[in-house]
């Protein structure tokens, strides 16, 4: 008498990038093989044969990454390298150390998750088709099914996984960051002042390698949070939160910093805090550097430039002013880095603090971002990202760019729209378009606009928005938040102030 194969799938939810779920329900070491085991199948059909396996200091990170490594050896090359930022991971399978790479990490989200990332050649997230077909496997293979990296070794003669050394770790890193300081290697720049800026790796695995980078660019540093600790200092290793951006707040202030880098759990986000101890939105930063690799010829002139429906207004401005196209795309970097890697985009930006140029990375990668940033302040004579985005808003007009996650029961597109309107109209907003790309999208009187789209890792929806008057853009929220809240709320339906992002 046969088995039947099981037909439970692992725990964890696919997001935006890659597979989530809480530590101990979701996320166990199990479910977490289960999945890689499906990730695994699909890669090596598809002709994958080295492997890099990699973590965080997430708990369960290590076992988890170790049961990977070893049962993925009996299919492929394998190296396991411990706490490696996720784009070091992107660059060396870019660089063709390895086929593909899968990272045990939940990046941003708080300590109590844990989740699997996957990175493809030439080192991006898989693009949807490929997470289609990895859904498809887990579906057949089922949660704790034999075989894949649901078993216990090697097997058909293939040596185990072996495990990087510290000094081989550092080797790619500096490999990796040697390439992101030859983006703007050999170009002539007026002399600028060295700047004083304060780096928080939010106790995460990117603080360290980070603070090295921007001090071989000459800046003197001010480095803290940069020992990896598996409850991040008690803070959720979001930069996009105000709230783990506080401390790097307080400490250039503190310092007289010039300004202030704050990466996520991975190293894969990056946002800026200015010399006032306020955030530069990443679309101002995104900004500021198309207009910078405009201005030294590093693009096609009539480069198509890819955001996300969330990103702020100036992009689209400065595209327009380059006479550079923009398309809009869904949330989540995936979503983008096919149209970097098939040169479909010469660029592209998220609402995360995510960035990249193809010319250097079809992934978002802050050491890039930072190497460019460098360029950008030594050409502009100025050590402070805030000169240079007052001069863009004198240019392009200021406006309030803000994001909140209101924690409410699960709306369909149509009771976004529903919702919306009724808010929009008590506002007394002219709605001048309404699209369904990512959720729903509102237009208004440019550069007005607001976006509401369900989460796709965490319980409710994500409101985005976008108005010139910080009074009327708050009424605006406050009416959404009342609205989809439900009206008895529980700990899975209410309002999350902490995740609220304000930029005037």
Same mark, same amino acid.
């Given at each position: 008498?046969?088995?039947?194969?099981?037909?439970?799938?692992?725990?964890?939810?696919?997001?935006?990038?890659?597979?989530?779920?809480?530590i101990?329900?979701?996320?166990?070491?199990?479910?977490?093989?289960?999945?890689?085991? *499906?990730?695994?199948?699909?890669?090596?059909?598809?002709?994958?044969?080295?492997?890099?396996?990699?973590?965080?200091?997430?708990?369960l990170?290590?076992?988890?990454?170790?049961?990977?490594?070893?049962?993925?050896?009996?299919?492929?090359?394998?190296?396991? /390298?411990?706490?490696l930022?996720?784009?070091?991971?992107g660059?060396?399978?870019?660089?063709?150390?390895?086929?593909a790479?899968?990272?045990?990490t939940?990046?941003?989200?708080?300590?109590?998750?844990?989740?699997?990332?996957?990175?493809?050649?030439?080192?991006?997230?898989?693009?949807?088709?490929?997470?289609?077909?990895?859904?498809?496997?887990?579906?057949?293979?089922?949660?704790?099914?034999?075989?894949?990296?649901?078993?216990?070794?090697?097997?058909?003669?293939?040596?185990?996984?072996?495990?990087?050394?510290?000094?081989?770790?550092?080797?790619?890193?500096?490999?990796?960051?040697?390439? /992101?300081?030859?983006?703007?290697?050999?170009?002539?720049?007026?002399?600028a002042?060295?700047?004083?800026?304060?780096?928080?790796?939010?106790?995460?695995?990117?603080?360290?390698?980070?603070?090295?980078?921007?001090?071989?660019?000459?800046?003197?540093v001010?480095?803290?949070?940069?020992?990896?600790?598996? /409850?991040?200092?008690?803070?959720?290793?979001?930069?996009?939160?105000?709230?783990?951006?506080?401390?790097?707040?307080?400490?250039?202030?503190?310092?007289?910093?010039?300004?202030?880098?704050?990466?996520?759990?991975?190293?894969?986000?990056?946002?800026?805090?200015?010399?006032?101890?306020?955030?530069?939105?990443?679309?101002?930063?995104?900004?500021?550097?198309l207009?910078?690799?405009?201005?030294?010829?590093?693009?096609?002139?009539?480069?198509?430039?890819?955001?996300?429906?969330?990103?702020?207004?100036v992009?689209?401005q400065?595209? *327009?002013?380059?006479?550079?196209?923009?398309?809009?795309?869904?949330v989540?970097?995936k979503?983008?880095?096919?149209?970097?890697?098939?040169?479909?985009?010469?660029?592209?930006?998220?609402?995360?603090?995510?960035?990249?140029?193809?010319?250097?990375?079809?992934?978002?990668?802050?050491?890039?971002?930072v190497?460019?940033?460098?360029?950008?302040l030594?050409?502009?004579?100025?050590?402070?990202? *805030?000169?240079?985005?007052?001069?863009?808003?004198?240019?392009?007009?200021?406006?309030?760019?803000?994001?909140?996650?209101?924690?409410?029961a699960?709306?369909?597109?149509?009771?976004?729209?529903?919702?919306?309107?009724?808010?929009?109209?008590?506002?007394?907003a002219?709605?001048?378009?309404?699209?369904?790309?990512?959720?729903?999208?509102?237009?208004?009187?440019?550069?007005?606009?607001?976006?509401?789209?369900q989460?796709?890792?965490?319980?409710?929806?994500?409101?985005?928005?976008?108005?010139?008057?910080?009074? %009327?853009?708050?009424?605006?929220?406050?009416?959404?938040?009342?609205?989809?809240?439900?009206?008895?709320?529980?700990?899975?339906? %209410?309002?999350?102030?902490?995740?609220?992002?304000?930029?005037?």
């Amino acid at each position: 008498m046969s088995r039947s194969r099981p037909t439970t799938r692992p725990a964890l939810a696919r997001g935006a990038d890659g597979w989530r779920g809480q530590i101990g329900s979701g996320f166990t070491v199990e479910s977490a093989a289960a999945v890689a085991a *499906a990730v695994i199948d699909v890669l090596t059909e598809r002709g994958a044969r080295s492997l890099l396996v990699a973590h965080d200091a997430r708990q369960l990170g290590a076992s988890a990454a170790r049961r990977i490594a070893s049962a993925a050896a009996a299919r492929a090359e394998v190296a396991l /390298a411990p706490l490696l930022p996720t784009p070091t991971a992107g660059f060396a399978v870019r660089a063709g150390h390895y086929d593909a790479a899968v990272l045990v990490t939940a990046s941003h989200n708080p300590a109590d998750w844990n989740g699997v990332k996957v990175r493809v050649a030439p080192g991006v997230p898989p693009d949807p088709a490929t997470e289609s077909a990895v859904e498809r496997a887990i579906a057949s293979r089922g949660a704790g099914s034999p075989g894949g990296a649901g078993g216990t070794g090697p097997a058909g003669g293939r040596p185990g996984a072996r495990t990087l050394t510290a000094a081989e770790v550092g080797g790619l890193v500096a490999e990796h960051h040697r390439h /992101a300081r030859q983006c703007c290697a050999g170009d002539l720049r007026r002399a600028a002042p060295r700047p004083r800026v304060v780096v928080d790796g939010l106790s995460g695995v990117a603080g360290a390698p980070m603070s090295r980078l921007c001090r071989q660019l000459g800046w003197d540093v001010r480095a803290f949070g940069t020992e990896p600790d598996p /409850a991040f200092g008690g803070l959720v290793p979001d930069p996009t939160r105000a709230g783990s951006r506080q401390r790097a707040r307080e400490r250039v202030l503190e310092q007289h910093a010039d300004f202030g880098v704050v990466l996520d759990g991975d190293g894969d986000r990056i946002w800026l805090v200015d010399d006032r101890g306020d955030a530069i939105e990443p679309h101002h930063l995104f900004a500021l550097l198309l207009t910078f690799e405009h201005d030294r010829g590093a693009l096609p002139a009539d480069a198509t430039v890819a955001a996300t429906v969330s990103s702020g207004s100036v992009v689209a401005q400065v595209c *327009a002013s380059h006479g550079y196209r923009l398309v809009h795309r869904p949330v989540g970097f995936k979503h983008i880095a096919p149209l970097l890697v098939s040169a479909a985009a010469a660029a592209g930006t998220g609402t995360v603090g995510d960035h990249a140029f193809a010319a250097y990375s079809a992934d978002r990668d802050p050491s890039i971002v930072v190497s460019l940033l460098d360029g950008l302040l030594r050409s502009s004579g100025t050590a402070r990202p *805030a000169e240079l985005k007052a001069m863009q808003e004198d240019r392009y007009g200021a406006t309030s760019w803000q994001e909140r996650h209101v924690r409410s029961a699960p709306a369909d597109s149509a009771q976004l729209a529903a919702v919306g309107h009724r808010c929009l109209a008590r506002l007394g907003a002219r709605v001048t378009s309404v699209t369904a790309l990512d959720g729903v999208r509102f237009a208004m009187d440019e550069p007005e606009w607001l976006l509401l789209r369900q989460s796709t890792t965490e319980n409710g929806v994500r409101v985005f928005s976008e108005m010139r008057d910080p009074r %009327r853009q708050r009424a605006l929220l406050d009416c959404l938040t009342a609205t989809l809240t439900d009206p008895a709320p529980t700990d899975s339906a %209410r309002t999350d102030p902490t995740s609220t992002r304000e930029a005037t």
